[in-house]
Structure formats: C-alpha cells, structure tokens
C-alpha cells in the first residue's frame, strides 16, 4: 500500500485544518489507518487510528476531543480533521496502515507515507 498525505500549511493557534490520505496499490485487504506526527527534535507522536469498519478509532491523549480521524474506504482515503489548534501541534504528519489487528492501539503501523507540514502560529 502506498500513501501520500496532504492538506497541511500554516494557520493560527485556535483555527482548522483538514489532513487527508489517499492510499493506493494493494488496498483491497482489510486496513488500520493512523496519523503519527513528529516535531524537531521530539519522537514520533501517535495521534489517531480508526479500524477498517471506522466503528472504533483511538486517539492520543494530547489531541482527543479536539481531532477526529474518519476515512472513507471508496475513496481509499483517510482524513484527520483538527480543530482548536495549538502552537504545540505544529509537526510533520504522516499517515500509516497495518493489517488489521485486534485491538487498535498504536502498535504494528509498518506502512508510511510521505508527511505533511502543518504549522500553527501563536
């Protein structure tokens, strides 16, 4: 499965944005997405997951109740929706796939995409 991730840029602390994820190749098996994201000089940040049903999705504790991840599996796109950001969420984006497991958790995401810059000005 190839993924390229897009939709990000520069926007004020409290505004919105809308990450989206197209996969493409071998997308016919059963997929967990997840967004990850990675700051300068920080590690890796787990941000959310959603199943291949979309009726279980996970999210970090640093972005829950402000982001929403949601895919749509006839497009074979994934989507992150960010709301009331924060200069603390400006960090490359990037959208990854496992097989589906049992439970969704953070784990086994061995598929990545290209990131996407997102940037949020205090």
């Known amino acids: 499965v190839q993924l390229q991730a897009s939709g990000g840029g520069l926007v004020q602390a409290g505004g919105s944005l809308r990450l989206s994820c197209a996969a493409s190749?071998?997308?016919?098996?059963?997929?967990?997405m997840a967004w990850f994201r990675q700051a300068p000089g920080k590690e890796r940040e787990f941000v959310a997951a959603?199943?291949?049903?979309?009726?279980?999705?996970y999210y970090g504790a640093s972005v829950s109740g402000r982001f929403t991840i949601a895919r749509d599996n006839i497009k074979n796109t994934v989507y992150l929706q960010m709301n009331s950001l924060k200069p603390e969420d400006t960090a490359v984006y990037h959208c990854?796939?496992?097989?589906?497991?049992?439970?969704?958790?953070?784990?086994?995401?061995?598929?990545w995409g290209q990131g996407t810059q997102v940037t949020v000005s205090s």
């Open positions: 190749g071998r997308t016919s098996g059963n997929y967990d």
């Open positions: 990854a796939a496992r097989r589906m497991a049992v439970p969704l958790t953070p784990a086994g995401f061995n598929n």
């Open positions: 959603i199943s291949p049903s979309t009726r279980v999705q």
